[in-house]
């Protein structure tokens, strides 16, 4: 158990690009969140998922914000026309749907958008 | 709709003193999960404790304890005897158990351990 993983950790792109950032779970997990931090803040849900299906979006997530979980693994969270809005820690958790509630964060990837 | 509230911006500390840091929360349901959760510089988030609503009981693990009340709606962390390790920004989340169990988290408390 590696514990969940995310690429890249950090990115910095101009505004209007596309960009796209990857998790991988826990691997017996099933549930796979995302969330974003901005400074100072606590972590705001975005997503997630119980294996491929994405069961609920926040309002945060502006039809910008696209995510996939192809076969109920990783997961890729993609950005278009980022905006310096954007800027943030976007966090990836997953949890395992019938053992209890907690979920287990990577590490992040910061955006920077300039 | 669901809201916890982590009034404390910031703490400091002297190393070896005892920090407890403030959790209120709000929510309509009857069955819900409290959380704490740590997140050292590093950035990651490191779960600490999950508490469901219908156990009250105070737990203790370590220099760590935690006090639910629901009467209060509060969630209180103690840390005792601190350490400079202790340094990090806390986290109080609350999970809704219709809400798909998704985490609401508070806005965090800097709590800074100085040796």
């Known amino acids: 158990d590696t514990g969940v993983s995310q690429d890249p950790r950090h990115k910095i792109t101009k505004r209007g690009q596309n960009v796209t950032f990857r998790c991988d779970p826990i691997?017996?997990?099933?549930?796979l969140y995302w969330y974003r931090q901005t400074l100072g803040q606590g972590p705001e849900f975005l997503t997630y998922?119980?294996?491929?299906?994405?069961?609920?979006k926040s309002r945060l997530l502006s039809d910008r914000f696209s995510a996939e979980r192809p076969k109920g693994s990783f997961s890729t969270l993609e950005i278009q026309r980022t905006e310096q809005g954007d800027s943030a820690m976007y966090l990836c958790?997953?949890?395992?749907?019938?053992?209890?509630?907690?979920?287990?964060f990577g590490q992040g990837t910061r955006l920077t958008v300039v | 709709a669901q809201k916890v509230t982590q009034a404390q911006t910031e703490i400091s500390v002297v190393e070896k003193e005892d920090v407890t840091l403030d959790c209120v929360y709000e929510?309509?349901?009857?069955?819900?999960?409290l959380f704490w959760y740590k997140q050292p510089p590093s950035g990651e988030l490191v779960f600490l404790i999950r508490?469901?609503?219908?156990?009250?009981q105070n737990e203790i693990s370590g220099r760590y304890s935690w006090n639910f009340q629901k009467s209060t709606s509060s969630f209180n962390f103690t840390i005792t005897a601190s350490q400079v390790v202790d340094s990090a920004v806390y986290f109080c989340?609350?999970?809704?158990?219709?809400?798909?169990?998704?985490?609401?988290f508070g806005s965090g408390t800097q709590l800074t351990v100085l040796p």
């Open positions: 691997s017996e997990h099933n549930r």
């Open positions: 958790a997953s949890s395992y749907r019938d053992r209890g509630t907690e979920a287990f």
């Open positions: 998922f119980q294996n491929e299906a994405q069961l609920e």
């Open positions: 508490r469901n609503s219908f156990d009250e």
């Open positions: 929510t309509r349901d009857t069955t819900y999960y």
């Open positions: 989340a609350l999970s809704e158990a219709a809400m798909g169990r998704q985490l609401t």
